[in-house]
């Protein structure tokens, strides 16, 4: 992806330009391989494909490594720079994000763990229509927030964060027409509970997308939006929408 370099100042020290152009190139590419790697659970879930499952399992590490990599970096550029406003701002939204993208990894290799064991099972493949629609939005969440963190786009930022709602939804229908199966077929439990766990993979890998938007979207305006009802995340990110107030 294409970085946007407007966002923070221009420095005395081309090297203090480098490390912060470093720190994000590393961020977006740590993004596309956590991106790929949902991705791919999914399919071979999907698809009954153990083999890119444990494939995609073994991506987990390189993801882990490339999380302490990018952290140390973050804290070294902080104790020799000493760096302030909007540099700190985008060196902490970074470290923040490069955490979430970790978990993301994690999720992930979960899903994998649960495809092959639905593989092994020989399952009737109940609930994955379910995991279909919302692997596809979750997987929309995490290419759009990557993108929004590339090109410091806080409205495109902002339809994440507000996308998790959708997700959320979609979770809540979905749990309860699985846990209405297992109540009707006690034979299909084991497999239910796999799906059930995915499911909820998916959901937290909604969850930290929306955090990485919050970051961007803190790092661009200096407002902490965390916590913040949408309608007022869509005011600090300068986004068009309509009725986006959320319930007390």
Known sequence: MELNKDSYSTHISQQFNDELELIRTELLTMGGIVERQVHDAVKALLTGDAELAEKSRRVDR?????????????????????????????????????????????EAS?????????????????????????????????????????????????????????????????????????MEDSRAISSCLNVIWVLRSLERIGDHSRNIAEQLIYLVSGTDVRHAPLAEMREVAGATDKDDEEPA
């Open 62 to 106: 390189q993801t882990n490594d490339m999380e302490l990599m990018i952290d140390e970096r973050c804290t070294m550029i902080i104790a020799r720079r000493q760096p302030a406003a909007s540099d700190l701002r985008l060196i902490v939204a970074i470290s923040k994000a490069v955490n979430d993208l970790e978990r993301m990894g994690d």
């Open 110 to 182: 979960r899903i994998c763990r649960h495809a092959i064991e639905l593989v092994e099972e020989g399952d009737s493949q109940r609930g994955y229509q379910e995991v279909r629609h919302i692997g596809s939005l979750v997987s929309s969440m995490v290419k759009d927030v990557l993108t929004a963190f590339a090109r410091n786009d806080t409205e495109l930022a902002y339809h994440v964060a507000k996308q998790d709602k959708a997700v959320d939804l979609e979770y809540r229908t979905a749990m309860r027409s699985i846990v209405t199966y297992m």
